[in-house]
């Protein structure tokens, strides 16, 4: 026990925010709860794991992922104008790619995420490098609706290229939240001629656990009307089994950061888990950032349905689509 309160003096130390892992055979479920206790006393959550390493080596282990974790979710360098990124997405001034996802066994095509990316002089600019100014302006709603209009103005051409895909495209819990989303969303979905099951709406799992009852109100009006919910970015937010079964969701991503570290022994436990648990809970399992062959064996060894990755494609344009035939099968 003093060995675990050093490591939260550790992580406390280093402000780290997020998912800590402890593997041991050692512990049993007094064991688990005392440890628990601890470390929600630090503001940490816990995700036990059974393994063979000693109490030791497991602790020793949460250390290390904590600064791993510190620096592959480090934020890019690059800063843009608050007031141009607020006026790009205002003024719709952006476009869609759209990334593949792939069974993980026979590699057919299933689904194509549409990614916005704004447009200044020329340029794209990813959304992960202005995440916080369009979260600090309020932006969520206007950005959706752009990337909803975006891709839905060229979908029909979509599907009658590729019929085997569906379609996913992301949402934030803010926008769930607004007392207006219900009219906009039936609105929406009474104008798009689009088959309903087709489209998969993510949401990520920062932004999941919503204390707001309109956000699970607004999740079951989505799946009312027929579409289809999935859990992006899980494993950066507090994960844990319970969590899967408190909204209505068809599928769950696992984050590319773990995905490119499945062969750390906590990674590759907190994968094969998650998968065993969405198996139960009959949702499908998706693998993001896979870019090596031997990650995705991996991720075939470990049960995963589906995968999307630079290793299979990389993000185009509905053009660049349009121009090539991206099936593996």
């Known amino acids: 026990m003093t060995l675990l309160l050093d490591i939260c003096e550790h992580l406390k130390a280093q402000k780290f925010q997020g998912l800590v892992y402890v593997l041991s055979e050692?512990?049993?479920?007094?064991?688990?709860?005392?440890?628990?206790?601890?470390?929600?006393?630090?503001?940490?959550?816990?995700?036990?794991?059974?393994?063979?390493?000693?109490?030791?080596?497991?602790?020793?282990?949460?250390?290390?992922?904590?600064?791993?974790?510190?620096?592959?979710?480090?934020?890019?360098?690059?800063?843009?104008?608050?007031?141009?990124?607020?006026?790009?997405?205002?003024?719709?001034?952006?476009?869609?790619?759209?990334?593949?996802?792939?069974?993980?066994?026979?590699l057919e095509l299933v689904a194509f995420e549409a990614l916005a990316r704004l447009m200044h002089n020329g340029k794209l600019i990813p959304l992960n490098e202005v995440f916080d100014v369009i979260h600090e302006r309020g932006l969520w709603a206007e950005l959706t609706q752009s990337t909803l209009n975006n891709a839905l103005k060229t979908h029909h051409q979509l599907f009658e290229r590729y019929p085997e895909a569906n379609l996913a495209i992301n949402l934030s819990a803010k926008e769930l939240s607004e007392d207006s989303f219900s009219r906009r969303f039936k609105d929406f979905m009474s104008e798009a001629p689009i088959a309903y099951p087709r489209l998969m709406f993510e949401l990520t799992e920062n932004e999941l656990y919503s204390t707001r009852s309109s956000v699970a109100r607004n999740l079951l009006l989505i799946k009312g009307k027929g579409a289809r919910l999935s859990i992006d970015d899980y494993g950066t937010g507090l994960s844990n089994a319970a969590r899967l079964t408190t909204a209505p969701f068809d599928e769950v991503k696992l984050d590319k950061s773990f995905i490119q570290n499945i062969h750390d022994i906590s990674e590759h436990s907190f994968a094969k888990s998650t998968a065993e648990i969405a198996r139960t809970l009959h949702m499908k399992t998706v693998a993001e950032g896979v870019e090596d062959q031997r990650t995705l064996d991996c991720i075939r060894e470990l049960g995963i349905d589906q995968v999307q990755g630079f290793l299979l494609h990389k993000p185009q344009s509905f053009e660049q689509l349009m121009e090539t035939d991206i099936r593996l099968t």
């Open 26 to 106: 050692a512990f049993d479920k007094r064991q688990d709860t005392l440890i628990h206790k601890v470390l929600t006393s630090y503001g940490l959550d816990a995700y036990i794991v059974n393994g063979r390493e000693s109490t030791a080596q497991a602790l020793n282990w949460v250390c290390r992922h904590s600064t791993d974790s510190r620096q592959r979710s480090a934020k890019p360098d690059t800063c843009y104008d608050k007031e141009l990124i607020e006026e790009l997405v205002t003024s719709g001034k952006m476009t869609v790619y759209y990334q593949a996802q792939f069974q993980s066994d026979s």
